[in-house]
């Protein structure tokens, strides 16, 4: 018979061990990138696997965010064998010597929640609460039973969101004026009752009680801050990981570095005017893209309609990104085809176009339609699937590093004012149009002429 191998897991001193000594009910964990908090909410499990009646679930928004490269399953795989457990792929689970089992599930609308009707978990778990909604969270809750002699409990790990449920969950474990944790709250446990779906919060569970019944079932919570400093095994082993931490735009660099649960998308955040250097002249780039951002739309004196946008950037050999040119306009949709052709024409073949899919078959057959009259143009489409402030985020970061020039034109100071005022402008099709540029300019792969479409995950 099979030997499972000898390793020694155990969690990193510091916030990991307190995230796995917590009693309470619930506990939150992380805020930052790469506190270790996927590894703790894996382990933190390994404790019960020999109750034969012992069952846990880890919850992700996707199944695909199950599966992706150094995600949740993968992580589980140098974890559960050590524990001699088997893994049954197809269902995403791991079943132990003794009969227990851990599943990985995915929960993207408010309506799956109702698969778990009779459920009863007694470990659960979700990986970045932030992206569940509190319909599903408190749905869920009530599903955290056990009859195994475990006490039910819930732990999850989470990336900052200012807009989440979440945030207000935590809101007394964080600075109010700075937006970040308040470090010697960090693992404190505080009691609430959920009330008309308002939360009741006292220091003690007695508190509670005495207020709202002896009868009530107030839950213990707790929430315990970690960023990258907390894990000092990931900074050994990748060190270039804090690296990328930094090259982040302002807004990402300061929540997913800093831990930031106020930090707001808002204007001059993600573009400032020193940040980009006006130049006379551009080198002879490596590659260079003209991307559209379309609209359909004539100006009228009763509308303001959104601009058609294609803006040229090119890269030179030591990686510096230049807007060389903005063509934008509001027309109808033969005004706009007759722009890409002509403005096609005038760059040359050598120019890669890139033109913006929108969703559904409509979408793709218009798109496909605007690249066969392109026919002899290196031209390609993408399908988005992230919001607009995800996107322009890469491009943001470049800015603020010094890496991205303009050259002197006169569209110069209209794309730099809209670029300022996102996202808060009435218009951003300037940098919507940018950020698309910039994700061709950088893809790595090959884009070759004719229908092809490009899928852009966030």
């Keep these: 018979m099979e030997q499972t191998p000898q390793r020694i897991i155990r969690p990193q001193p510091g916030k990991q ?25 894996l382990l ?19 199944s695909t965010q199950i599966r992706t490269e150094g995600g949740l399953w993968d992580e589980s795989e140098e974890i559960y064998p050590f524990a001699g457990a088997r893994p049954k792929q197809t269902t995403l689970e791991w079943i132990f010597p003794s009969g227990a089992k851990m599943t990985f599930a995915h929960m993207e609308y408010d309506k799956d929640r109702l698969a778990y009707q009779g459920a009863q978990i007694t470990y659960m778990a979700f990986d970045e609460i932030t992206h569940f909604s509190k319909k599903i969270f408190f749905y869920m809750l009530s599903r955290n039973r056990s009859l195994c002699g475990v006490r039910p409990y819930i732990r999850a790990t989470c990336n900052p969101d200012p807009d989440s449920f979440i945030a207000e969950m935590i809101e007394w474990w964080i600075d109010h004026d700075t937006g970040y944790p308040i470090e010697e709250r960090g693992g404190v446990v505080r009691y609430f009752l959920h009330i008309n779906d308002e939360l009741r919060w006292a220091a003690t569970e ?39 931490l930094n090259a982040l735009g302002h807004v990402e660099r300061e929540q997913l570095l800093k831990n930031n649960w106020k930090i707001r998308p808002a204007a001059g955040l993600y573009f400032q005017r020193r940040w980009v250097e006006v130049v006379d002249a551009a080198p002879v780039c490596e590659k260079t893209v003209r991307y559209w951002d ?51 024409s005038q760059d040359g073949k050598g120019v890669i176009i890139g033109l ?17 009259t392109l026919a002899g143009f290196n031209a ?58 910039y994700d061709m300019l950088v893809e790595p792969q090959k884009i070759t002429a004719g229908a092809s479409i490009r899928r852009v995950s966030g």
């Design 17 to 41: 061990m307190m995230f796995l000594s917590s009693a309470a009910d619930i506990v939150i964990y992380g805020g930052a990138a790469g506190g270790g908090k996927t590894f703790g909410e």
């Design 44 to 62: 933190e499990p390994v404790r019960h696997v020999n109750n034969p009646g012992f069952g846990g679930v880890i919850f992700r928004q996707q």
């Design 206 to 244: 007695a508190e509670l009680k005495e207020k709202y019944g002896s009868d009530s079932l107030p839950k213990s919570f707790t929430f315990i801050p970690a960023n990258i400093y907390d894990n000092p095994i990931l900074l050994k082993k990748d060190p270039g990981y804090l690296a990328n």
């Design 294 to 344: 379309r609209a359909a739309t004539e100006k009228t004196a009763d509308n303001d309609p959104d601009w058609t946008v294609g803006v040229k950037m090119g890269m030179d050999k030591a990686g510096y990104v230049y807007i060389l040119n903005v063509v934008r306009f509001q027309g109808s949709p033969k005004k706009v085809v007759d722009a890409i052709k002509n403005t096609a």
């Design 356 to 372: 913006e899919q929108e969703p559904g078959a409509s979408g793709k057959s218009e798109v496909q339609s605007l690249i066969r």
């Design 380 to 437: 390609s489409a993408s399908l988005s699937q992230k919001d607009k402030v995800t996107r322009f985020s890469p491009l943001s970061a470049q800015c603020e590093a010094g890496n991205v020039k303009v050259l002197k034109a006169p569209w110069n100071d209209a794309f730099i004012t809209e670029c300022e005022n996102f996202p808060e402008a009435t218009h951003d099709d300037q940098p919507d149009s940018a950020a698309g540029g």
